[in-house]
T-cell receptor, first 112, second 114 residues
C-alpha cells in the first residue's frame, strides 16, 4: 500500500545551524508534497508544500526539494532558531488518491 | 476568516458510550478530512468528505465509526460504543481543493476513554 518513510526520527542542532529532514514515498502517482509543523499539544500547521511540476521551492528560511525519479523529498531549514523546535511531518498525496499519507514525524530540537 | 474549528477540545467518555466530534471547515472550504493521531505517532487518514457525500472512507474502521458532512452545519465524526483503544487526538482538516491539496487543520479533539 501507500507508504511514506521519514528520517531521522529525532534531530538536534545548534541554533544557527541547518536542519534537513528526508522523506521517501511509494506511490509514484503522488504529485503533492506538503510539510507540517506541530508543536506540543497544538494543531499541525502547513509550512510549505510543493507540487511535482517543480523541483524546489523556497520560503525565507525553509525550502523543499523534490526528486520524483527517486521518490524523495526533503525539508531544509537554515539559520535555525529555538522556536523552530517542534515535530515536523512530511506527507504525500494527489494523483489518483484523495488523501494525504503522512510520515512518522521528526522531532527537531534547536539548542540555544 | 476564522480557521478550522473543532469542538469539543477535550472529551472524556466511559467505555460503551458514544463520542461525537464536530468540525467546522474554513469559510469557502468544501472538502473535509478526518485524521487520528495516537500519542507520539503520526497522523492517520480516516475519511474524506464533501458536502453530503463521503468520498473516501478507506481509513475508517468499518464498525462503530461513522462520519457525515451535511448540507448545513459542521462535519461530525461519530464513534459508538467507545473502547480504550479509541483514546487519541482526532483532527479534522479542510481544503478548498480536492485530492488532498492545501489542507488546514483544526485544533483537534482529544478523546479519553476511561
Amino acid at each position: 500500500g501507500e507508504n511514506v518513510e521519514q528520517h531521522p526520527s529525532t534531530l538536534s542542532v545548534q541554533e544557527g545551524d541547518s536542519a534537513v529532514i528526508k522523506c521517501t514515498y511509494s506511490d509514484s502517482a503522488s504529485n503533492y508534497f506538503p510539510w507540517y509543523k506541530q508543536e506540543l499539544g497544538k494543531r499541525p500547521q502547513l509550512i510549505i508544500d510543493i507540487r511535482s511540476n517543480v523541483g524546489e521551492k523556497k520560503d525565507q528560511r525553509i525550502a523543499v526539494t523534490l526528486n520524483k525519479t527517486a521518490k524523495h523529498f526533503s525539508l531544509h531549514i537554515t539559520e535555525t532558531q529555538p522556536e523552530d523546535s517542534a515535530v515536523y511531518f512530511c506527507a504525500a498525496g494527489g494523483g489518483a488518491t484523495n488523501k494525504l499519507i503522512f510520515g512518522t514525524g521528526t522531532l527537531l530540537a534547536v539548542q540555544p | 476568516n476564522a480557521g478550522v474549528m473543532q469542538n469539543p477540545r477535550h472529551l472524556v467518555r466511559r467505555r460503551g458510550q458514544e463520542a461525537r466530534l464536530r468540525c467546522s471547515p474554513m469559510k469557502g472550504h468544501s472538502h473535509v478530512y478526518w485524521y487520528r493521531q495516537l500519542p507520539e505517532e503520526g497522523l492517520k487518514f480516516m475519511v474524506y468528505l464533501q458536502k453530503e457525500n463521503i468520498i473516501d472512507e478507506s481509513g475508517m474502521p468499518k464498525e462503530r465509526f461513522s462520519a457525515e458532512f451535511p448540507k448545513e452545519g459542521p462535519s461530525i465524526l461519530r464513534i459508538q460504543q467507545v473502547v480504550r483503544g479509541d483514546s487519541a487526538a482526532y483532527f479534522c482538516a479542510s481544503s478548498p481543493l480536492e485530492r488532498g491539496f492545501g489542507q488546514f487543520f483544526g485544533p483537534g479533539t482529544r478523546l479519553t476513554v476511561l
